[in-house]
């Protein structure tokens, strides 16, 4: 649907499932005749935080049937790999934060693409290790293949040192041993990760910790 009126946006939003009932009810028609524009009502559902700009710029490109994905609703891009790309999503059935992973659009039709997405699929979700991002799901949804992991609050590891320096001795060695017990659990289960680097390493943290914990991503 393209997007023209305020009242065309909110009915995409309710359509495609983007806003809760709750957050729907709120937009009446005495609260919607204060906006003279859709784009006028997105910026203000972005400072509300219920939109990001992500999500804004797939609705007014007539693209909202890709910002959900089974029961993920997506809230951004994360980033993105040879065949995949990575986005941040809600799961609207667990009502946490997820990081979604999914097959690029236009590869489901292309056999080699998914093998290696079917491969990377099957690994994951065999692992299990506090140093390993924990996987929640996998599946195809239509021809969207995806897996669903643990979203982490945290900085890579690259990013640190470029911020901060190189790191003291007792650290690096402490992260070290963190990301080595995680491989050695993804070994005894016959796995090979082929591309750890400090970009790939996050370091989490909790509440109530104070030095961070490595993930390896």
């Given at each position: 649907m393209f997007i023209d009126t305020v009242e065309t946006?909110?009915?995409?939003?309710?359509?495609?499932l983007i806003l809760g009932e709750e957050q729907l009810e709120q937009l009446n028609?005495?609260?919607?005749?204060?906006?003279?524009?859709p784009r006028a009502l997105a910026k203000y559902l972005v400072r509300a935080?219920?939109?990001?700009?992500?999500?804004v710029n797939h609705l007014f490109d007539n693209r909202a049937h890709d910002l959900m994905i089974g029961p993920y609703c997506i809230l951004d891009r994360l980033g993105d790999g040879g065949v995949s790309e990575v986005l941040k999503a809600w799961d609207t059935s667990k009502g946490r934060y997820v990081a979604l992973k999914v097959?690029?659009?236009g590869l489901a039709s292309e056999a080699d693409a998914v093998r290696q997405f079917q491969r990377e699929m099957q690994a994951v979700t065999r692992l299990s290790h506090p140093?390993?991002?924990?996987?929640?799901?996998?599946?195809?949804i239509g021809s969207t293949y995806y897996f669903a992991m643990e979203f982490v609050y945290?900085?890579?590891l690259r990013r640190v040192i470029e911020l901060s320096g190189p790191l003291?001795?007792?650290?690096a060695c402490d992260y070290i041993r963190q990301v080595a017990s995680g491989l050695q659990h993804a070994h005894q289960l016959g796995l090979v990760h082929r591309d750890i680097k400090p970009a790939n390493l996050i370091l989490i943290h909790p509440p109530g910790h104070e030095k961070p914990r490595p993930g390896s991503a």
């Amino acid at each position: 649907m393209f997007i023209d009126t305020v009242e065309t946006l909110v009915e995409t939003l309710r359509r495609e499932l983007i806003l809760g009932e709750e957050q729907l009810e709120q937009l009446n028609d005495d609260f919607l005749s204060q906006f003279t524009c859709p784009r006028a009502l997105a910026k203000y559902l972005v400072r509300a935080d219920w939109l990001t700009v992500y999500q804004v710029n797939h609705l007014f490109d007539n693209r909202a049937h890709d910002l959900m994905i089974g029961p993920y609703c997506i809230l951004d891009r994360l980033g993105d790999g040879g065949v995949s790309e990575v986005l941040k999503a809600w799961d609207t059935s667990k009502g946490r934060y997820v990081a979604l992973k999914v097959l690029r659009d236009g590869l489901a039709s292309e056999a080699d693409a998914v093998r290696q997405f079917q491969r990377e699929m099957q690994a994951v979700t065999r692992l299990s290790h506090p140093n390993i991002i924990e996987t929640y799901d996998a599946g195809v949804i239509g021809s969207t293949y995806y897996f669903a992991m643990e979203f982490v609050y945290g900085t890579d590891l690259r990013r640190v040192i470029e911020l901060s320096g190189p790191l003291p001795i007792g650290d690096a060695c402490d992260y070290i041993r963190q990301v080595a017990s995680g491989l050695q659990h993804a070994h005894q289960l016959g796995l090979v990760h082929r591309d750890i680097k400090p970009a790939n390493l996050i370091l989490i943290h909790p509440p109530g910790h104070e030095k961070p914990r490595p993930g390896s991503a």
